[in-house]
């Protein structure tokens, strides 16, 4: 990931300098592989919390997927936390857990991927936003099985946190309160 940078948008320059490099793990509990950082959120200037959309691709790492193009059954997704403390001219990823922020429930299995995720992938629009205390993120789709919309069933649902830091503190909402953690299943 490189940055555009400018006093404005209307001047803003191209830089080389890489930002984030995607680590492209081989284990998918790592929640590493291909990585594009997507929601900024500035906490003071030079603490900037950036979430991640990351792509595990098992069809890039030996033995995690008999076929070496790209198939839904190596394939599996999750949003992941980043931090950079320059003003954004680096970002540093954690180790799993701590990166871990939400994904489908499902186990990575070798060439079977989650079998649920080859009918619903997951994906996210997201936006971070303070309101009432509590950063917002809003999360579009996540994983929605048949006419459900609750994040409990990992359906479309907005997920919020009290502390941007901790990545595990993000909790969704079940259609009353905030209260579902999704929880680690590779």
């Given at each position: 990931?490189?940055q ?27 929640y590493?592989?291909?990585t ?6 500035s ?28 198939t ?18 680096h ?31 997951h ?57 579902v953690?999704?929880s680690?299943?590779?």
């Amino acid at each position: 990931m490189r940055q555009d940078v400018g006093p404005a948008l209307g001047s803003v320059k191209h830089s080389c300098d890489v930002v984030y490099n995607s680590a492209h793990d081989p284990n998918p509990a790592d929640y590493n592989d291909s990585t594009w950082l997507d929601s900024f959120f500035s906490i003071d200037g030079r603490q900037i919390v950036a979430l991640g959309h990351m792509e595990y691709h098992g069809w890039e790492h030996p033995g995690e997927c008999n076929s070496q193009n790209y198939t839904p059954a190596c394939w599996y997704n999750a949003d992941t936390f980043h931090l950079s403390n320059d003003g954004g001219y680096h970002y540093k990823s954690f180790p799993a857990p701590a990166n871990y922020m939400v994904g489908l429930p499902f186990k990575y299995v070798v060439n079977d991927g989650p079998r649920i995720q080859r009918r619903h992938q997951h994906r996210a629009v997201r936006r971070l936003v303070l309101r009432d205390g509590h950063r917002l993120e809003l999360a579009s789709e996540l994983y929605r099985p048949a006419r459900t919309q609750v994040f409990g069933a990992f359906g479309a649902s907005p997920i919020r946190t009290s502390n941007l830091l901790d990545a595990t503190s993000w909790r969704a909402w079940n259609g009353t309160d905030f209260s579902v953690r999704s929880s680690i299943r590779i």
